[in-house]
């Protein structure tokens, strides 16, 4: 499979969510086992009125069904704030102890009014492609 389609994109309240994983195979040793996998976030923001990230929300499943959610304030350490026509990019990582699994979850923003905002980001792929 490739990158994009074990990527997602979601649109919630005109904000599309566009997530590209990717395998880092120089952070992942088999033996341990740890897999590493990447993944770049595309917020694009194609509404009439700003929105500001507050809060980040994962579910990450493995392979073995193991889940593990992940909370926490904003993005890499940012709240950062998308105005219309805008978009906002950023990368991260997930470390897993088999070689394929899945994430979804969504973000809690807040609108240039005041308006609470919960965005989805649908389900992705992880895979190590040695499956």
Known sequence: MTA?????????HD???????????????ADEPRYVFGYHIDVINQGRVGITILSRHWII??????VNEVEG??????????????SFHYGSFCPLRTE?????????????????????????YLASGTE
């Open 73 to 86: 304030e904003g993005v890499v350490g940012l709240q950062p704030r998308i105005a219309p026509g805008e």
């Open 15 to 29: 904000i599309t969510i566009r997530v590209t994983p990717s395998y880092l195979p120089d952070q992942s040793d």
């Open 61 to 66: 499943i493995d392979a073995h069904g193991d």
């Open 100 to 124: 394929w699994g899945t994430m979804e979850g969504g973000y809690h923003a807040v609108t240039d009014d005041g308006d609470p905002l919960d965005l989805r980001i649908a389900r992705f």
């Open 4 to 12: 994009a389609r074990l990527g997602s994109e979601t649109v919630t």
